[in-house]
Nanobody, 129 residues
Framework: QVQLVESGGGVVQAGGSLRISCAASGRTIGGYAMGWFRRAPGKEREFVAS???????????DSMKGRFTISRDNAKNTVNTVYLQMNSLKPEDTAVYYCAASWAPYSTNLVQPGNYNFWGQGTQVTVSS
């Protein structure tokens, strides 16, 4: 089993940038497709982005395209980490952001929470207007 821990959340002004991270422990995440989701107050959990095992494939929700970038570091002898770089942030991006790991073969269809097997506890991102 892999444990996922998000970090890097905080308060940022609209138009600003923030990078959040997801560190894995217990097992390397090199064998998992990874995703980011978010949940805003009063809303359902929403897909943000996903990335393939080797990092070559990425997919974004339409509202994040061009603003968010997902990446990962699978290097040996390092803490396996997945990143979400968020630029041009808007107040509507305010949410708790979760990373998740999936055993499934990577595809652009990995957009449902049920596709993922392990989850982190989330990190709060607040964008002030």
């Amino acid at each position: 089993q892999v444990q996922l821990v998000e970090s890097g959340g905080g308060v940022v002004q609209a138009g600003g940038s923030l990078r959040i991270s997801c560190a894995a422990s217990g097992r390397t995440i090199g064998g998992y497709a990874m995703g980011w989701f978010r949940r805003a107050p009063g809303k359902e959990r929403e897909f943000v982005a996903s990335i393939s095992r080797d990092g070559a494939g990425t997919y974004y929700a339409d509202s994040m395209k061009g603003r968010f970038t997902i990446s990962r570091d699978n290097a040996k002898n390092t803490v396996n980490t997945v990143y979400l770089q968020m630029n041009s942030l808007k107040p509507e991006d305010t949410a708790v952001y979760y990373c998740a790991a999936s055993w499934a073969p990577y595809s652009t269809n990995l957009v449902q929470p049920g596709n993922y097997n392990f989850w982190g506890q989330g990190t709060q991102v607040t964008v002030s207007s």
